[in-house]
């Protein structure tokens, strides 16, 4: 059965086109040092807002209309494959991504609930020897169901973390099955409301052994995947245990995982934070950490996770900046953890909204690898501190001075000069990049 009859492969027709179905900027084979376009981005589909988002929000319930909401259960489940499958070699995507109750459905017990796994994991891999698509990762679900109501792994209830850990443990194991070259873990509720019934350093505690357990099973599975950490604040707890780059890298670093953990970096989860996308892919860079990016954006009037596709080609910019000189994301991608609007319910927006992310991300790359290959922000930044260059600036960052030597210096200063920051004129030249590096020749 086909479940996109409207829609053919989606192919590359350059920035002219005006074929809503066909790519402007992306062009998978277009080489940009050394490396196809496709190869170095890496996208990603996930399973979970394009197969299985209803659009539901909190004050209505769900629109979209989707070929396979015919189907219940475990018919369903299959159904959803078939059309995943047919949406990922249409729109030419070479990796996809889900968490455990996404591909199969719950059972009334765990068992039950690993049986369907396995059921729609057969099917999967049946799947992927006929296609060139591949896994980004997997996940566990452990946010959703009533029993993760105190959280996970860092639950007040000892059964709950047990049944968590017994979770992660099948994914772990269909991960390796399905050669998925990622696990990420997303604490969705991996924190606390209050501390008023809070005994948080045992939970911190629970939470850095499962982590370590973890480790000590792929290990002896043979699961050589790059394990990932996902920052997120605020929702669904008040406080987060993975608030942001920086909070997830000091609990890492804390519990003695930051060699066997990278981060996952959101667009949406970072505004959340408080910060820019650029800002919390540039910690991570920056500290060795930057494992992989779910791509998308929020809506800045808006304050909950929103999960639009990402169209902001300023943030698509300087995300792609961030990754170009991080040499690469490895393992890692670009991962639209993104859902179509409430209003685009029909099946065909699924691949619109696809083509848009995509297309946003390859201007974003174009015009940063040209931002990078001219050193525009290299030499308004070298400029800026040149005063570290040499003298007691030099002294300073070769660990040479102390406060006796730094107090004679000042001392003997009778006139101190700042630089301008020019940040206007920064954000202009990257206005002008933006305009010109697809201008017609």
């Given amino acids: 059965m086909a479940y996109f009859e409207n829609v053919n492969k989606i192919q590359y027709e350059g920035q002219n086109s005006d074929n809503p179905f066909a790519f402007k900027f992306y062009n998978p084979e277009e080489k940009i040092n050394g490396q196809t376009m496709e190869e170095f981005l890496r996208f990603g589909v996930a399973y979970w807002h394009t197969f299985t988002q209803d659009l539901i929000d909190p004050f209505g319930v769900g629109t979209a209309i989707r070929p396979w909401h015919q ?137 850095g052994k499962f982590f370590h357990m973890a480790v000590d099973y792929a290990k002896e599975i043979g699961f050589d995947a790059q394990f990932l950490i996902e920052p997120k604040p605020k929702e669904p707890t008040t406080h987060q245990y993975d608030f942001d780059s920086a909070t997830a890298h000091a609990f890492l670093q804390s519990y003695g995982l930051d060699k066997d953990f990278k981060l996952n970096i959101e667009a949406n989860h970072a505004t959340l934070a408080g910060h820019t996308f650029e800002h919390e892919l540039r910690y991570a860079r920056i500290n060795g950490m930057l494992g992989s990016v779910d791509a998308n954006q929020g809506d800045t009037l808006l304050g909950w996770d929103t999960d639009e596709f990402p169209t902001d080609l300023y943030s698509t910019t300087l995300a792609m900046y961030e990754i170009i000189k991080n040499g690469g994301l490895g393992s890692g991608g670009l991962n639209f953890d993104a859902k179509v609007r409430r209003g685009s319910f029909e099946a065909d927006d699924l691949f619109l909204a696809h083509i848009a992310g995509m297309d946003s991300f390859a201007v974003g790359y174009k015009v940063a690898n040209k931002l990078i290959e001219d050193k525009v922000l290299d030499k308004y930044i070298d400029d800026r501190y040149d005063s570290f260059k040499s003298g007691i600036g030099l002294d300073i960052v070769e660990g040479k001075t102390d406060f006796h030597k730094l107090e004679d210096h000042a001392l003997s200063l009778t006139e101190i000069k700042n630089k301008s920051g020019r940040l206007e004129q920064v954000k202009a030249t990257i206005n002008k990049y933006l305009l010109t590096t697809f201008a017609e020749k």
């Fill in 71 to 207: 189907y219940t259960g475990m018919d369903l489940a299959k159904a959803r494959v078939e059309a995943a499958f047919e949406f990922f070699e249409k729109l030419g995507v070479p990796y996809f991504c889900f968490h455990d109750v996404d591909i199969a459905p719950e059972g009334s017990t765990l068992r039950e609930s690993n049986q369907n796994l396995d059921t729609i994991v057969a099917m999967i891999k049946d799947y992927m020897k006929d296609s060139n698509v591949k896994l980004l990762w997997n996940t566990a679900n452990n946010f959703t169901h009533p029993r993760f109501v105190h959280g996970a792994a860092s639950s007040s209830n000892a059964d709950v973390f047990a049944y968590a850990a017994a979770k992660v443990k099948k994914q772990l194991e269909i991960g390796k099955e399905l050669g998925g070259e990622n696990y990420v873990f997303w604490g969705g509720r991996e924190g606390y409301e209050s501390l008023l019934t809070t005994d948080l350093k045992l939970e911190q505690d629970n939470l």
